[in-house]
């Protein structure tokens, strides 16, 4: 029953706690407490920063941004240290499975939620901040020669695994390469407008919500 608490329940509860905490919708609540109506009726609907940002409002944004990556980094931290009370170190990493998925699919809003990247990187920077803060760098780096946000963070991320595999382990390099998987399923409509020339550059209107 031990073997059996330790190899099958320990893991769910650590993916379960993940995914509430990441679940949480910061930027639906937040623009909604600041009365600015539901962010999923504005520009792409998202309720991510880069969506939030389209209210106008740069501190509800940066407010958003905050929220959805200490999600991610709090819930690694929290069962990193319940896994080493246990002695399964590894729960932590589930956790960052369960934080990415909750934010991309949250139950309370139908499992329609972002695109994962703030909470990717939350959970990074628990898992290594000197990755993550290369990832910053990468992004930052290719968002000024392009201008594009969705190039900058899928470029990013791709090279995430890749920095992780080659300094902290093959543990957290396979987690990250999953979470890198959904974030550019996410971002396919991202995609196709930036192979087809029509993705709109950082601080420009997204496409309209399409109608029902």
Do not use: C
């Not at 073997?3 to 679940?23: C, D, E, N, Q, R």
């Not at 409509?189 to 109608?211: F, H, M, Q, S, Y």
């Amino acid at each position: 029953m031990d073997i059996f608490i330790a190899l099958v329940m320990l893991p769910v509860v650590a993916f379960a706690v993940g995914y509430l905490f990441g679940s949480i919708p910061f930027g639906l609540i937040l623009t909604k407490l600041a009365g600015t109506g539901d962010i999923r009726a504005v520009g792409s609907g998202n309720i991510g920063a880069t969506n939030v940002l389209r209210t106008g409002r740069k501190s509800l944004a940066a407010a958003t941004l905050l929220g959805d990556m200490l999600k991610g980094t709090v819930t690694v931290l929290l069962m990193a240290w319940f896994g080493g009370q246990t002695g399964f170190s590894d729960l932590s990493l589930v956790a960052g499975l369960g934080a990415v998925l909750g934010h991309v699919f949250p139950v309370w809003l139908q499992f329609k939620g972002g695109k994962g990247v703030a909470t990717y990187i939350g959970v990074l920077i628990a898992v290594s901040w000197p990755v993550a803060l290369t990832f910053a760098v990468i992004w930052a780096a290719i968002a000024a020669l392009s201008g594009y946000s969705s190039l900058a963070g899928l470029i990013a991320s791709a090279a995430t695994p890749v920095l992780l595999l080659i300094f902290i382990s093959g543990k957290a390099a396979l987690l990250f390469a999953v979470l890198t998987v959904i974030v550019w399923v996410m971002h396919r409509d991202n995609i196709a407008r930036l192979r087809a020339g029509t993705e709109p550059k950082i601080g420009k209107p997204a496409p309209a919500v399409p109608k029902p």
